[in-house]
């Protein structure tokens, strides 16, 4: 039996401009613009290298840098050309209009013109951040707890938590470690997917305004771009074509 597509692709569900994972995690995706760094001064070069040195110094979390090439498909602009030379009335215009459109087309046959576009992706673990954040809450409580018995002259003793008669508590979960939270299927809660949603944007923030202090502008994307951005990953001849499906409201969110 054959494996469905569903099962190769990671992402859950695109939410609230995050992209959910299965395991768990959550992605925020930033456009990044170019720079012709060939083009600057020396000076200004490396203040762009030490600026953005800085930056990657900077960064207590993990990001991926992507760069993307894609032909350039420009059939729709060929044609906008040919309905020009139709409807001009001036015949020394007209030549030239048609001048102008074979120029392109032999361009164009000459070699393929791509379009770069650059994505910074950055993560977020509510299972492991969370989760971490409350064991490191619930140890500290226990220490101020037990140097509080130390001066009370209670050492040793512990305190239980009442229970029911015959009713045995589960055991508390273990905070997965970052390895284990890649490997698993998990659902986040709606505290958890906020919370994380929270974190995951003060990271986004933070990252574009090391970029920007490089030169570069970046914009966080949003659940319909997201879902463009994907498809295109995974129909390449179509997005070149600039064909794109038509995305219902419904998974808009």
């Not at 120029?103 to 013109?113: C, K, N, P, Q, R």
């Not at 129909?235 to 998974?251: F, L, N, T, V, W």
């Amino acid at each position: 039996m054959a494996t469905p597509t569903q099962e190769f692709i990671q992402i859950e569900q695109i939410r609230e401009g995050t992209a959910v994972m299965k395991d768990g995690s959550m992605k925020g995706v930033l456009a990044v613009s170019s720079l012709n760094f060939a083009l600057k001064a020396e000076e200004e070069q490396e203040a762009i290298i030490y600026n953005f040195q800085n930056f990657l110094n900077s960064l207590d979390f993990s990001c991926q840098i992507l760069a993307t090439s894609r032909k350039v498909n420009i059939t729709g602009y060929i044609e906008k050309i040919k309905e020009l030379e139709a409807k001009q009335p001036n015949e020394l215009l007209r030549m030239q209009t048609v001048d102008y459109r074979k120029f392109i087309e032999e361009l164009v046959l000459g070699g393929s013109i791509m379009n770069k576009n650059f994505y910074v992706i950055i993560p977020y673990y509510p299972l492991v951040e969370i989760n971490m954040a409350s064991e490191q809450y619930r140890a500290a409580a226990a220490a101020e707890e037990a140097a509080q018995g130390d001066l009370l002259g209670n050492i040793g003793k512990t305190k239980e938590k009442p229970s029911k008669e015959g009713v045995v508590e589960p055991p508390k979960p273990e905070n997965p470690s970052l390895r284990q939270a890649k490997t698993i299927n998990a659902k986040l809660t709606e505290k958890q997917f906020q919370t994380g949603k929270y974190q995951l944007k003060q990271r986004m923030e933070y990252v574009a305004l090391g970029l920007r202090r490089s030169g570069l502008k970046a914009a966080s994307l949003g659940s319909e771009e997201l879902i463009e951005l994907f498809w295109a990953f995974h129909h390449p001849k179509q997005a070149e074509q600039g064909y794109y499906p038509q995305i219902p409201p419904e998974i808009i969110t």
